[in-house]
């Protein structure tokens, strides 16, 4: 199994552009999960999606949109991209309710927004 | 009042030595507590979890939970340059609507050879 993978690994992104961050788990788990890792920040949940079709806003949703049509795919959307949003994205899955608290981590996405 | 907090560090320390992370928490409604490593450049993962109180023994690794004192400790013994790495404690517990994990802001820890 692969686990978590996202694309890309890297990109700059210019005031105002927009991108989709990608994710992908193999597990069938039926959660997924989006957050950001800012320097000395720890890590800050975005959104989250329980299945298919079902999603949720995290603690910091502004600025960015989701969408969960398969269980295997959960993209981050940002749209109108400010240097706010410059960090590093990591998407997660857990495989049951009950046991959420043991996730598992993809690679990360860096992103620079100038 | 940060709902999970841990000391950034870093943390130097020779191979050989034993070595205790920390953390404090506010949250009554934590249930399980987590310790995920995160290598430099590289996604967390799961290291560790216990649940409520107690102690739980992982080879060389060491999680302790106090739900009293609200305080996480996790406790490597004969570290290795392979331990290099920053260290998040996580609660899990019921909070705005739903299952959440919240996480300290990690301790970086170096084992120098």
């Known amino acids: 199994n692969a686990g978590v993978t996202q694309t890309p690994k890297f990109r700059i992104l210019k005031i105002g552009q927009s991108m989709t961050l990608q994710c992908t788990q193999d597990?069938?788990?039926?959660?997924m999960y989006w957050y950001r890792q800012d320097p000395g920040m720890g890590l800050k949940l975005i959104y989250y999606?329980?299945?298919?079709?079902?999603?949720d806003k995290g603690e910091v949703p502004n600025g960015y949109n989701v969408s969960r049509s398969t269980t295997e795919d959960f993209p981050l959307r940002l749209e109108l991209a400010a240097p706010s949003q410059t960090s590093v994205y990591f998407c997660?899955?857990?495989?049951?309710?009950?046991?959420?608290?043991?996730?598992?981590f993809g690679p990360g996405t860096r992103l620079t927004v100038t | 009042q940060k709902e999970v907090e841990q000391d950034p560090g870093p943390l130097s320390v020779p191979e050989g030595a034993i070595v205790s992370l920390n953390c404090t928490y506010s949250?009554?409604?934590?249930?399980?507590f987590m310790w995920y490593r995160q290598y430099s450049r590289k996604g967390p993962e799961l290291l560790m979890y216990?649940?409520?109180?107690g102690n739980k023994e992982d080879g060389r690794f060491t999680a302790q939970v106090d739900k009293s004192s609200k305080y996480i400790s996790l406790f490597i013994r004969d570290s290795q340059p392979s331990d290099s790495a920053t260290y998040l404690c996580a609660g899990w517990g019921f909070g705005a609507g739903s299952y959440q994990l919240t996480f300290g802001k990690g301790t970086k820890l170096s084992v120098i050879p």
């Open positions: 997660a899955s857990s495989r049951r309710q009950g046991a959420t608290y043991e996730q598992y």
């Open positions: 597990m069938n788990h039926n959660y």
């Open positions: 999606s329980v299945g298919a079709g079902i999603t």
């Open positions: 216990t649940y409520s109180s």
């Open positions: 949250n009554s409604a934590f249930q399980y």
